[in-house]
């Protein structure tokens, strides 16, 4: 079954290191994006991709990026560690720019 | 700006009884309003859009646009209904087409 992963599912790592979170999907969607979750604050949106060599910037979008490559994998990474991004990140997809997103299983990233 | 507010961050009802959580919103277009749920150890997931105007699980929202607000209802709660709940709005074309702004989300706990 077509689905969408995200690697790890947890991870430590200590202020200043770069960290890179995978997502990775098999529906072929053009459409893909990244939000941290906060309590508070909800889903805000890190990045997103229309597709191939296509990279934009969202809400929260300082001290991160993403690379688009191929269609399946939308990569974040986290440039140099702060404790402000310990979070849960989510990767979704979408097959049209409907407001339908299918949504990975997150990664709970804690920077100490 | 487009913003989604839900004023409350836990709502406690007991099974059988009534239930609305609260979505309000600001957009200067047409938006395309969309409630998200996310069960204990489960993924995000959609489970209605205003346009679609179908009963989910027994839920319904209508969406108000003379008072912006696309209220979730359900006439008779369910303990499997405890969850987080988050209302999301995209905007129906332009540069916001397809990006999704989430509110800061309601946990709602069913008690037996």
């Known amino acids: 079954d077509a689905e969408i992963t995200q690697s790890p599912r947890h991870k430590i790592t200590e202020t200043g290191r770069q960290v890179t979170l995978a997502c990775h999907q098999t529906?072929?969607?053009?459409?893909m994006f990244w939000y941290r979750q906060d309590l508070g604050h909800g889903l805000r949106l890190i990045h997103y991709s229309y597709g191939v060599q296509d990279t934009n910037k969202g809400e929260v979008s300082d001290g991160y990026s993403v690379s688009r490559s191929n269609t399946e994998d939308l990569p974040l990474t986290l440039e140099s560690a702060a404790s402000s991004q310990t979070s849960v990140y989510f990767c979704?997809?979408?097959?049209?720019?409907?407001?339908?997103?299918?949504f990975g299983p997150g990664t709970r990233l804690t920077v100490t | 700006a487009q913003r989604v507010t839900q004023p409350e961050k836990l709502l406690s009802v007991f099974k059988g009884a009534p239930v609305e959580l609260k979505c309000n919103y600001s957009?200067?277009?047409?938006?395309?309003l969309f409630w998200y749920v996310q069960y204990s150890r489960q993924r995000l997931q959609l489970l209605l859009r205003h346009i679609s105007r179908e009963s989910i699980k027994g839920f319904t929202a209508d969406l108000n646009k003379g008072e912006t607000s696309f209220h979730l209802k359900k006439p008779f709660a369910q303990e499997e209904d405890s969850a987080m709940y988050y209302c999301a709005l995209t905007g129906a074309g332009g540069t916001s087409y397809g990006k999704l702004t989430f509110g800061q989300g309601t946990i709602l706990t069913v008690h037996p």
């Open positions: 979704a997809s979408s097959e049209r720019l409907s407001g339908e997103q299918y």
């Open positions: 529906w072929n969607h053009n459409n």
């Open positions: 957009y200067s277009g047409s938006p395309e």
